[in-house]
């Protein structure tokens, strides 16, 4: 399986609508991969807190358009990272989305771990309730969102789901790249699944991105890093690795802690 992940950079000098078009174009420059990545709140920026309310979308909103028509034309499954969605009462929420190679949607997730800690996304926006998974021809994917890497309950959750390949869309910081980049090895090695975690690139609302997006195997080998600027990190694996760890070391088997978790 290849998958590409796009380290984009979000910065205050490029508009939204400008933004989607090149992002757009490096998706569609795809074509080939199996699977293609972005980061979270890409059109907007994960720290711009104030910009949330401007920028919110309906589910079906612009992004929405413009990236089901991308994995359409590269026909790629899509995760098109996160959007901040606006529902049809008003509420706001911090959403993947992810689409068919013939652009239909296959699954939205709304990030369920908000970052903030009593003010910004925290409070701006709804948190999600439900674990997302997506079916693919050769693997399962498991949806989360940056902040979610700090919680390992969900990812266990997505396991218990079906999960195979665990995807991660973030905006993480520089000054806590060390964690990012453990956390992702972790996730990894507890839940024998890969872990392809793509996150943003340059500056904005004032705070460096870490980039450094991430692809690591079941054992927790780093298969792929990307640097800290925009980028695409391309990596072949083979899904059917997960199988094969879990059946030669079978620690899930051993659990003894249990945890009910919602399913979609």
């Given at each position: 399986m290849?998958a ?6 979000v ?6 609508d ?6 757009a174009s ?15 709140l890409w059109?907007?920026?994960a ?10 979308e309906?589910?079906e909103?612009p992004?929405?358009e413009?990236?089901?028509k ?6 790629v ?6 959007i901040?969605e ?29 970052f ?10 709804g948190?999600?309730a ?11 994917l498991?949806l989360?969102?940056?902040y ?17 390949t665990?995807v ?15 956390l ?22 004032g705070?460096?991105?870490a ?9 927790g080998?780093?298969l792929?890093?990307?640097g ?35 399913r979609?």
């Amino acid at each position: 399986m290849r998958a590409s992940l796009l380290q984009i950079d979000v910065n205050e000098t490029e508009s939204v609508d400008s933004r989607r078009v090149r992002v757009a174009s490096l998706v569609r420059e795809q074509a080939g991969a199996d699977l293609v990545v972005l980061p979270e709140l890409w059109t907007t920026g994960a720290f711009a807190y104030e910009g949330f309310g401007a920028e919110a979308e309906p589910l079906e909103g612009p992004t929405y358009e413009v990236m089901a028509k991308a994995a359409s034309d590269a026909g790629v499954w899509l995760h098109a990272g996160s959007i901040p969605e606006r529902d049809p009462e008003g509420a706001l929420y911090n959403t993947s989305l992810v689409f068919s190679p013939s652009g239909e949607l296959a699954g939205a997730y709304r990030k369920i771990h908000r970052f903030g800690f009593d003010k910004g996304e925290a409070v701006l926006m709804g948190a999600g309730a439900e674990l997302v998974t997506v079916r693919l021809p050769v693997t399962t994917l498991g949806l989360a969102t940056c902040y979610d890497l700090r919680f390992p309950e969900l990812f266990r959750g997505l396991v218990d789901a079906g999960a195979e390949t665990l995807v991660l869309a973030a905006g993480w910081p520089e000054r806590r790249r060390a964690h990012w980049t453990l956390l992702a090895q972790a996730r990894a090695v507890e839940n024998q699944a890969y872990v392809l975690a793509c996150g943003t690139a340059g500056t904005h609302a004032g705070v460096p991105q870490a980039g450094h997006s991430i692809v690591v195997d079941p054992w927790g080998e780093v298969l792929a890093e990307a640097g800290s600027g925009e980028e695409v990190l391309t990596v072949e694996f083979d899904p059917a690795r997960v199988g094969v760890t879990r059946e030669q070391f079978p620690a899930l088997k051993d659990r003894v802690l249990g945890l009910e978790t919602p399913r979609r």
